[in-house]
């Protein structure tokens, strides 16, 4: 097993780091690589000789490099450009993405379909939205396949573990993959350790995140926490990606705020059609776990937390996440 343990650029996109810059911010603090958000983060111009050279810098410094591409919803695009873009439009304005995460030797580009509103959106239905991402795909597959790349699709605060399962069949492995983000399963009310069993297969990128819950008048409120600080049963959550895939990157990923999920509201359920009740049932039981550490102590609320800036604890959340991993991948790789 030789798990690399590294970030995603977006944790401290904040502090306006130049690219060649994060990469020696890695090697400082001993991180074994970066994800990038899409090619553009690392070269505007998506020049192929200049991403060829952030490839070759990055190998040199001992880094794994891991980048994205735009969300190949055609609904999200429409929206930003206000018309209406074609699913065909949009998959011919991705093809330069993927040429551009070729350069830089990738061999999956991580994607999210949406953000964390536009599953309840009511403009353009969820579903819609999922199929239409899906045709963008399906034309860009000869692309993909040419180049040898598949798109590897996140558990982002969009999808729920069927849906995402779904998508990758319907698309095919061979250009199909899944990007998981561990944080993000309760947000969809995904059981996680149910959803990461079900997903590992087919898992070739990550982010990596601890989270909370908490009770609220609404319902619950989730936040994001360092690696081993929150309730996710990390162990429990690594064991079965390593397993399928020894050699998959860990790309740590934290960020400040907290996100409503109002389950005691019927009508945003009614978002979650195929929500099963053992799933809710455990996101629950984790959000009791989390109140008993809160009154006991072991855990702080979430409030108090997001009343210290993110610039004045990411480093903290890294250093200490990045503590926290390396001893147990090193214990997983000896079972």
């Given at each position: 097993?030789?798990?690399?343990?590294?970030?995603?650029?977006?944790?401290?996109?904040?502090?306006?780091m130049?690219?060649?810059?994060?990469?020696?911010?890695?090697?400082?603090?001993?991180?074994?690589?970066?994800?990038?958000?899409?090619?553009?983060?690392?070269?505007?111009?998506?020049?192929?000789?200049?991403?060829?050279?952030?490839?070759?810098?990055?190998?040199?410094?001992?880094?794994?490099?891991?980048?994205?591409?735009?969300?190949?919803?055609?609904?999200?695009?429409?929206?930003?450009?206000?018309?209406?873009?074609?699913?065909?439009?949009?998959?011919?304005?991705?093809?330069?993405?993927?040429?551009?995460?070729?350069?830089l030797?990738?061999?999956?580009?991580?994607?999210?379909?949406?953000?964390?509103?536009?599953?309840?959106?009511?403009?353009?239905?969820?579903?819609?939205?999922?199929?239409?991402?899906?045709?963008?795909?399906?034309?860009?597959?000869?692309?993909?396949?040419?180049?040898?790349?598949?798109?590897?699709?996140?558990?982002?605060?969009?999808?729920?573990?069927?849906e995402?399962?779904?998508?990758?069949?319907?698309?095919?492995?061979?250009?199909?993959?899944?990007?998981?983000?561990?944080?993000?399963?309760?947000?969809?009310?995904?059981?996680?350790?149910?959803?990461?069993?079900?997903?590992?297969?087919?898992?070739?990128?990550?982010?990596?995140?601890?989270?909370?819950?908490?009770?609220?008048?609404?319902?619950?409120?989730?936040?994001?926490?360092?690696?081993g600080?929150?309730?996710?049963?990390m162990p429990?959550?690594?064991?079965?990606?390593?397993?399928?895939?020894?050699?998959?990157?860990?790309?740590?990923?934290?960020?400040?705020?907290?996100?409503?999920?109002?389950?005691y509201?019927?009508?945003?359920?009614?978002?979650?059609?195929?929500?099963?009740?053992?799933?809710?049932?455990?996101?629950?039981?984790?959000?009791?776990?989390?109140?008993?550490?809160?009154?006991?102590?072991?855990?702080?609320?979430?409030?108090?937390?997001?009343?210290?800036?993110?610039?004045?604890?990411?480093?903290?959340?890294?250093?200490?996440?990045?503590?926290?991993l390396?001893?147990?991948?090193?214990?997983?790789?000896?079972?």
């Open positions: 097993m030789s798990a690399c343990i590294g970030f995603d650029h977006y944790t401290i996109a904040h502090r306006g130049a690219p060649g810059n994060t990469l020696e911010f890695a090697v400082a603090h001993g991180f074994g690589g970066v994800q990038f958000l899409d090619p553009a983060a690392i070269d505007g111009s998506l020049d192929p000789v200049h991403l060829d050279g952030f490839r070759r810098l990055a190998s040199a410094l001992g880094l794994y490099l891991e980048v994205g591409i735009p969300s190949p919803n055609p609904v999200r695009a429409s929206r930003a450009q206000e018309r209406m873009v074609t699913a065909l439009e949009h998959a011919r304005a991705l093809e330069p993405q993927l040429d551009a995460v070729a350069a030797g990738c061999r999956h580009a991580r994607l999210f379909v949406g953000d964390r509103h536009d599953r309840f959106r009511t403009d353009v239905r969820w579903d819609t939205q999922r199929e239409a991402t899906e045709e963008v795909l399906r034309l860009l597959s000869p692309r993909l396949r040419a180049l040898g790349l598949r798109v590897a699709i996140e558990t982002h605060a969009d999808l729920t573990a069927d995402l399962l779904a998508m990758v069949e319907r698309l095919g492995h061979d250009v199909a993959a899944v990007t998981l983000d561990t944080g993000n399963l309760l947000m969809r009310l995904d059981d996680p350790v149910t959803a990461v069993e079900r997903l590992a297969p087919f898992v070739v990128a990550t982010h990596v995140k601890d989270a909370v819950l908490a009770f609220t008048p609404r319902g619950l409120c989730w936040q994001a926490r360092p690696i600080a929150g309730v996710l049963p429990h959550l690594l064991a079965p990606l390593l397993r399928a895939n020894p050699d998959l990157k860990l790309s740590i990923e934290l960020h400040p705020r907290t996100y409503d999920l109002p389950i509201d019927p009508s945003w359920l009614a978002f979650f059609p195929d929500l099963r009740p053992n799933s809710l049932a455990a996101v629950v039981r984790l959000a009791a776990t989390c109140e008993r550490g809160y009154t006991e102590g072991s855990l702080v609320r979430p409030e108090l937390v997001e009343a210290v800036p993110w610039a004045e604890r990411d480093l903290d959340w890294l250093a200490s996440s990045l503590g926290y390396r001893p147990v991948v090193a214990l997983l790789a000896r079972l």
